[in-house]
T-cell receptor
Framework: NAGVTQTPKFRVLKTGQSMTLLCAQD?????MYWYRQDPGMGLRLIHYSVGEGTTAKGEVPDGYNVSRLKKQNFLLGLESAAPSQTSVYFC????????????FGNGTRLTVT | AQKVTQAQTEISVVEKEDVTLDCVYE???????LFWYKQPPSGELVFLIRRNSFDEQNEISGRYSWNFQKSTSSFNFTITASQVVDSAVYFCALSEGLTSGTYKYIFGTGTRLKVLA
């Protein structure tokens, strides 16, 4: 049972480059989330989705876009990477509107030089 | 606005000592859930416990126990007889209900626990 899978695990970008982080879950979860983790700042919500075809902004959405074309996948895009986007990115999913715990992927460590 | 505060940035204890990690939250919701997650040095986030706002009973799971007090808006986590394997960053989180009917999970900044042999 894979759970939540994030690809890639590591990536180094140059300022201005673009990339897409992929999150895939095999638990048939409705809700999916993208967080970033920075030292001393905990986990901050970037974007989330309550179902296929829907997305919404979180606390720190600027510089990111997302898409949920299929229920099992939630993509996070950086159109023009900046050094401030150097972070560890976590994807999470959960069943639905019952406050069930988040299931997290193992994270993607992104460095923007 | 909803908020989770973990004032302890880092705690160091010697193995077998008891340690309590503090979590204070703010919310306007009358129904809410609180969570604790563990992030070991390997980096993954592991769910430990969920507690709803109507259940103030303390919970114990092995060496772990949680104390939920609505009167002080706190949800503290105690590890009894700590072990080196308990070394990790611990996050407290609060779920916030949204008008869409879904929930947004707000995390504290985490407490790094170091257990020394």
């Amino acid at each position: 049972n894979a759970g939540v899978t994030q690809t890639p695990k590591f990536r180094v970008l140059k300022t201005g480059q673009s990339m897409t982080l992929l999150c895939a879950q095999d638990m048939n979860h409705e809700y999916m989330y993208w967080y970033r983790q920075d030292p001393g700042m905990g986990l901050r919500l970037i974007h989330y989705s309550v179902g296929e075809g829907t997305t919404a902004k979180g606390e720190v959405p600027d510089g990111y876009n997302v898409s949920r074309l299929k229920k099992q996948n939630f993509l996070l895009g950086l159109e023009s990477a900046a050094p401030s986007q150097t972070s560890v990115y976590f994807c999470a999913s959960t069943q639905g509107a019952d406050n069930s715990p988040l299931h997290f992927g193992n994270g993607t460590r992104l460095t923007v030089t | 606005a909803q908020k989770v505060t973990q004032a302890q940035t880092e705690i160091s204890v010697v193995e077998k000592e008891d340690v309590t990690l503090d979590c204070v939250y703010e919310t306007r919701d009358t129904t809410y859930y609180l969570f604790w997650y563990k992030q070991p040095p390997s980096g993954e986030l592991v769910f430990l416990i969920r507690r709803n706002s109507f259940d103030e009973q303390n919970e114990i799971s092995g060496r772990y126990s949680w104390n939920f007090q609505k009167s002080t808006s706190s949800f503290n986590f105690t590890i009894t007889a700590s072990q080196v394997v308990d070394s990790a960053v611990y996050f407290c989180a609060l779920s916030e209900g949204l008008t869409s009917g879904t929930y947004k999970y707000i995390f504290g900044t985490g407490t790094r626990l170091k257990v020394l042999a």
